[in-house]
């Protein structure tokens, strides 16, 4: 096993679902971290719980991820405090609207592949450099079962997780060579904000997606990343595809009163 503690994980979107629980169980377990979203009150309110409850540093950075600028200036920071992050994940993203592509809005597809493809890539762009220098370091990119099958009206959303899939695998290859690891967790239906987002705030709406089975949590996807970023540095587990037990494909439920 691969001690964390004491090292530097770099989060986005750790205001909500995913990014959230995952924050709290590294810096549960002595890792430092380097916390991202664009909602300034909940970002300060996780930087003192992690604090409080961990005794960890913790480094807030309010920012949009479509913004270069602002990852790069993040960056520019880390490099003035001398941290380099040993962990990175690319978490911050969303889905927006579910409808036929024929109907679907442009503002939600330019959304989507702004936030969930350009904006990972600028993090990595920015963070990935210093690791490379270090010759050490490990990215999780968080894709989606939706970026192995495609779904009906999934379409933007669907490509957005397929892009993710590929630059998962192109990060890899080009860090051949390298003892810098790389991997996708990719979850199948999991409760977090996920669903109220791509309906627009219908929260009714949002609840029906998880009625009938029970889906994923945040902590469970906390859990496997915590594995992943505890392995030897000799293990790079590069894509892990995960459903609830409920769910076997992006068609196949097993729920009830269906
Ligand atoms: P949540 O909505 O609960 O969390 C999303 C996080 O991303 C929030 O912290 C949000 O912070 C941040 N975020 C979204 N857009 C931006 C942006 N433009 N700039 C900065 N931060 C942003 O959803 P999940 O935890 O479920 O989603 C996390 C990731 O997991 C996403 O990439 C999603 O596609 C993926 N996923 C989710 C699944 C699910 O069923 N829940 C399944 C498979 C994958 P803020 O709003 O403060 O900016
Ligand atoms: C989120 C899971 O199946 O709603 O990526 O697309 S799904």
Request: glycine letters at 8%; proline letters at 3%; charged letters at 20%.
């Amino acid at each position: 096993m691969n001690s964390i503690r004491g090292k530097w994980a770099l989060i986005t979107g750790a205001t909500s679902g995913f990014g959230k629980a995952t924050a709290d169980l590294l810096a549960q377990n002595g890792c430092n971290v380097i916390i991202t979203g664009r909602r300034a009150e909940r970002l300060e309110a996780q930087t003192n719980i992690l604090k409080e409850k961990y005794g960890v540093h913790v480094l807030p950075y309010c920012f949009d991820v479509r913004e270069l600028g602002r990852s790069v200036e993040m960056a520019n920071d880390l490099v003035s405090r001398e941290i380099v992050p040993d962990i990175l994940i690319n978490n911050a993203g969303l889905a927006s609207g579910k409808d036929k592509i024929y109907e679907g809005l442009i503002s939600d597809w330019e959304k989507m592949i702004d936030t969930n493809i350009k904006g990972l890539l600028y993090t990595t762009r920015s963070i990935l450099p210093m690791m490379v220098t270090r010759n050490e370091g490990h990215v999780i990119n968080i894709g989606s079962a939706a970026g192995h099958t495609v779904y009906p009206e999934g379409n933007v959303y669907n490509a957005s997780k397929f892009a993710v899939k590929a630059l998962n695998e192109a990060i890899n290859l080009d860090l051949a060579g390298t003892n810098i690891r790389c991997c996708s967790v990719d979850p199948g239906a999991a409760e977090t904000e996920f669903s109220n987002v791509r309906f627009h705030g219908d929260d009714e709406k949002a609840a029906k997606v998880y009625e009938g089975y029970k889906p994923l949590e945040a902590e469970d996807i906390a859990d496997i990343i915590y594995f992943i970023v505890t392995r030897p540095a000799h293990v790079n587990i590069s894509n892990l595809l995960v459903y609830p037990t409920a769910q076997r494909s992006v068609y196949v439920w097993g729920k009830k009163n269906s």
